[in-house]
């Protein structure tokens, strides 16, 4: 019999995302177990917080362990509020989902025409990371956190993975001062998790990871399990299509997979990409977030006239691609973002940012 201590760090209601709790067996100590939260009506935020709906009645809130499947619920009665009773004030992190650019920041400041992101992606310094997360907190913002970031070279050997570096890097956030920010960001949503790696099925020359069964779903979860040595309650996930890398097999530790979308992926039915990875998500017990190629995602260049506006966003960085319109943008993010547990873009440009349009 599972008894939870507590509800903590869990997902959406409708949404599995595995997340450590402390729970205690009849006859045991307390120990650390992974669990997927549900409710039978509103939703469970990032910290395992219970939020009703609209409608009064009986609710039933679960929290189901990954491996094993053992289970515990809590009972809720929904209750119409008072007269005259004012609603609790808001939280300091607005909900909605977070959505925001990869490298959306220069150095402390935040780069220009992002104030209406809600989300900040990619690598922070250690010795810089404190500071961050104050300032994103006074600002309503959360933070999608590299810890292992830059180039692959900083974490390989003979161009091989070197998983001694990769936790060199790791441990240089390994500080008193680090664990208790990030333990206080993840508690009130300023961070909503951690990437540990970019595209380990990458094997092109300058962006791979070493030959063929360097990187394994196997190697990734060690990755995410050093992460959680460190900060328990941190989510820890890895960037990659869904269906990109060892499809047929499921990660057991990483909490999250974050996919990103371009047109070539389905011809632009946005929306088949979006059900595959959240069938994928419900599988495993993982959970999904979204991200748009907005440089390189939309259609690509026609030889005649490479990459015409309007019919695309302009050139983009690289072979033939082109950047995604303003219509693709909004009508892809809006069938990819409410779906998952994040929408983010890659990557920050400031000539497509300054575009009104987009």
Avoid at 95 to 100: A, E, L, R, T
Wanted: aromatic residues 6%; contains cysteine; glycine residues 10%.
């Amino acid at each position: 019999m599972l008894v939870l201590l507590a509800l903590a760090g869990g997902g959406v209601a409708d949404t599995a995302i595995a997340s450590p709790v402390q729970a205690h067996r009849q006859g045991a100590d307390s120990v650390i177990v992974r669990v997927t939260f549900s409710a039978t009506s509103g939703t469970v935020n990032p910290l395992g917080l219970f939020t009703s709906g609209p409608i009064p009645g009986a609710v039933k809130v679960v929290a189901k362990e990954r491996t094993s499947g053992a289970a515990d619920t809590v009972a809720v009665a929904v209750v119409p509020p008072r007269a005259g009773v004012a609603a609790p004030a808001a939280p300091a992190i607005a909900g909605g989902i977070p959505f925001g650019s990869f490298g959306s920041w220069d150095g402390p400041i935040r780069k220009s025409n992002t104030d209406d992101l809600t989300l900040s992606v990619g690598s922070v310094d250690p010795e810089e990371l404190v500071r961050r997360i104050a300032g994103l907190r006074a600002t309503h913002h959360r933070l999608l956190l590299t810890m292992t970031g830059g180039a692959h070279a900083k974490y390989q050997s003979n161009g091989v993975f070197d998983i001694g570096k990769w936790k060199a890097r790791m441990d240089e956030f390994n500080t008193p001062a680090i664990q208790t920010a990030v333990a206080a960001a993840v508690a009130d949503g300023t961070i909503i998790g951690t990437s540990v790696m970019d595209e380990p099925q990458n094997r092109s020359p300058g962006k791979g990871w070493g030959p063929p069964g360097t990187m394994t779903k196997a190697r990734v979860d060690e990755l995410c399990a050093y992460v959680k040595t460190m900060f328990p309650t941190l989510p820890a996930g890895v960037v990659h299509d869904h269906n990109a890398f060892e499809p047929a097999k499921s990660y057991k530790t990483c909490d999250f997979i974050v996919t990103q979308y371009r047109w070539s992926k389905t011809k632009g039915d946005a929306a088949a990409f979006r059900d595959e990875a959240l069938a994928l998500g419900r599988r495993d017990g993982i959970a999904i977030a979204f991200s748009l190629n907005i440089l390189d995602g939309g259609l690509p260049k026609r030889r005649a006239a490479e990459c015409p506006v309007p019919e695309t966003g302009g050139p983009g960085t690289a072979g033939p691609a082109c950047r995604m319109t303003p219509a693709q943008v909004r009508d892809w993010a809006l069938v990819l973002g409410p779906a998952g547990c994040a929408l983010t873009m890659w990557r920050y440009d400031r000539d497509f940012m300054s575009n009104p349009d987009n």
